[in-house]
């Protein structure tokens, strides 16, 4: 019903930069909060920045002052700009989004399929 498609990991040197995208697809009726999580090796799932559809964020505060959430909710796409990126930030990168489906009152979470971020020291 709904896709959650990412774009933008890869390999980058400590101090660099790269900019994330997730776009929604599918029987929307609305998006609420929408954000991203990681998961390194060996290590559980973490919140790293989400926004609602209001825009107020949230960080982690391994990630503050580093990092930036955005959204297009005209395009019901969710950013995150990763600056001075250390080897620490390794991780699989995961979008999230709580969805309002079609006609449905109710909200569901929809997890995107997750891109690799690789800091090279």
């Known amino acids: 019903q709904v896709q959650l498609v990412e774009s933008g990991g890869g390999l980058v040197q400590a101090g660099g930069s790269l900019r994330l995208s997730c776009a929604a697809s599918g029987s929307i009726f609305s998006v609420n909060t929408m954000g991203w999580y990681r998961q390194a090796p060996g290590k559980q799932r973490e919140l790293v920045a989400a926004i609602t559809s209001g825009g107020s964020t949230k960080y982690a505060d391994s990630v503050k002052g580093r990092f930036t959430i955005s959204r297009d909710n005209a395009k019901n796409t969710v950013y995150l700009q990763m600056n001075s990126l250390k080897p620490e930030d390794t991780a699989v990168y995961y979008c999230?989004?709580?969805?309002?489906?079609?006609?449905?009152?109710?909200?569901?979470?929809?997890w995107g399929q997750g891109t690799q971020v690789t800091v090279s020291s």
């Open positions: 999230n989004a709580v969805v309002r489906v079609g006609a449905s009152p109710y909200e569901y979470e929809y």
